[in-house]
């Protein structure tokens, strides 16, 4: 059984596009994240939900919306893609507290030409 | 917020040669320190943590220590495999109204037969 999965897992679209990145756990956590990582490998937070309400927002532009229908989703939602949104995009999920290791999901390859 | 440098790569070594991968953080308090590690291809696994000074955490032969009076979490193993090939990233965790997981710029460490 997979424990995060993120569909799809790879996404090629065009400058000005609307598209979504789907992520669920099976885990049962409370907490889910979405991340960015860069060409350079270089990873960072952009949003965290825990029992879907958002508690941190990293500075992403507006254009990049999450939804949390459940506990055991985490969408994530960008309007109007842009070449710098070229990246993979990880979900990840955890209990709630310090010291928690987090799950990650096997990310989405996002390539906007 | 917390900040976390890690030696920056790549690294490549022989197989069976001794590993160090240097991690230091800037907190305030005490963060739960991870070592991650990304195989090609996919999302990040954790691969040991320790959660206090002076814990040591351990997994497959690597070992870290968190220690507190130099701020370091250095990651070492003293028999690397060409299986260890990977990206490692060094992490740290506060909670409070920090509540993110920070993440060094990763290793990319290449063993050869």
């Known amino acids: 059984d997979t424990a995060v999965s993120q569909t799809p897992k790879y996404l090629v679209t065009q400058m000005g596009n609307d598209k979504s990145i789907k992520c669920e756990q099976n885990l049962g956590h409370d907490t889910m994240y979405w991340y960015k990582q860069d060409s350079k490998k270089f990873l960072k937070i952009m949003f965290s939900?825990?029992?879907?309400?958002l508690i941190i927002n990293e500075t992403v532009p507006n254009r990049f919306s999450p939804k949390s229908p459940d506990k055991a989703h985490l969408n994530l939602h960008i309007n109007s893609l842009e070449l710098g949104d070229s990246a993979v995009y990880f979900c990840?999920?955890?209990?709630w507290g310090e010291g928690y290791e987090q799950y990650f999901g096997p990310g989405t390859r996002l390539t906007v030409t | 917020g917390n900040s976390v440098t890690q030696m920056e790569g790549p690294v490549t070594l022989s197989e069976e040669a001794f590993l160090t991968i240097n991690c230091t953080y800037t907190a305030t308090g005490y963060p739960s320190l991870f070592w991650y590690v990304q195989y090609p291809g996919e999302g990040l696994q954790l691969l040991l943590k320790?959660?206090?000074?002076?814990d040591k955490g351990s997994n497959k032969g690597f070992e870290a220590t968190y220690r507190k009076e130099t701020t370091s979490f250095h990651l070492e193993k003293g028999s690397v495999q060409v299986s260890d090939s990977a990206v490692y990233f060094c992490?740290?965790?506060?909670?409070?109204?920090?509540?993110?997981?920070?993440f060094g710029k990763g290793t990319l460490l290449t063993v050869n037969p």
């Open positions: 939900y825990n029992n879907k309400e």
């Open positions: 990840a999920s955890s209990p």
């Open positions: 992490a740290a965790f506060s909670g409070g109204s920090n509540y993110k997981l920070t």
């Open positions: 320790a959660t206090k000074a002076d």
